[in-house]
Structure formats: structure tokens, C-alpha cells
């Protein structure tokens, strides 16, 4: 069974800082993708940043030049360092990572729990 755990969310004033993130446990033999998503209240889950295994990186561009994602592939975690944040940052965010359980599996998705990040005015 895989879980993935996040950490780092958290209550910040704008302009300043917060480093999330998301490691996965449990039966793992190679992970994929790895992304992370938030979303505001009352609105849809949007892709914020994901780096492939091969460390090819996209951002949503209302975070570019402001947040950085990477990954450890030793402690299978991801994390996302978020400068200068801004109120419409406010959001729940997920990690995603895409994971291969053992050589007869294909890769399957999994989610982390979610982790609230409020930026004040």
C-alpha cells in the first residue's frame, strides 16, 4: 500500500514564503511523474508545477519566476518552494505522484492528503 504525506502548508502574509512537501511510502519500485495541484475555495483543482523523472519541468504560469519545484528520487518526495506568495495563492494543495508498485504493474496515481496555504493581504 502507498501513501503519500505532505507537510509545510501553513498561514504566511503576502511576499512571503513556505516550502511544501509530499513523500511517498510503502511498496515502491520506480515513480514517475510528480506534480503539484491546488485548489481555491469553490473552484476546480489546477496543476500549479510537475517534473518528469527525467527532471523536464512545467509551471502554470501564474506561478512562474515565483515557485520551484523538485524532487529527491532517494526519499521519493517532491517538494515546492513558494516565494513571493500572493493572497490568489490562497488554496488546498496536492501533491500527485505516478507510481509503479513492482515490474508487473503499471503505473497508478496517487494523491497526498492535501495541505492548506493562506497568504494574507
Known amino acids: 500500500q502507498v501513501q503519500l504525506v505532505e507537510s509545510g502548508g501553513g498561514l504566511v502574509q503576502a511576499g512571503g514564503s513556505l516550502r511544501l512537501s509530499c513523500a511517498a511510502s510503502g511498496t515502491i519500485f520506480s515513480i514517475g511523474n510528480m506534480g503539484w495541484y491546488r485548489q481555491p475555495p469553490g473552484k476546480q483543482r489546477d496543476l500549479v508545477a510537475a517534473?518528469?523523472?527525467?527532471?523536464?519541468?512545467n509551471y502554470a504560469d501564474s506561478v512562474k519566476e515565483r515557485f520551484t519545484i523538485s524532487r529527491d528520487n532517494a526519499k521519493n518526495t517532491v517538494y515546492l518552494q513558494m516565494n513571493s506568495l500572493k493572497p490568489e495563492d490562497t488554496a488546498v494543495y496536492y501533491c500527485n505522484q505516478e507510481i509503479r508498485e513492482g515490474v508487473a504493474y503499471n503505473f497508478r496515481n496517487y494523491w497526498g492528503q492535501g495541505t492548506q496555504v493562506t497568504v494574507s493581504s
Open positions: 517534473i518528469t523523472s527525467g527532471g523536464r519541468i
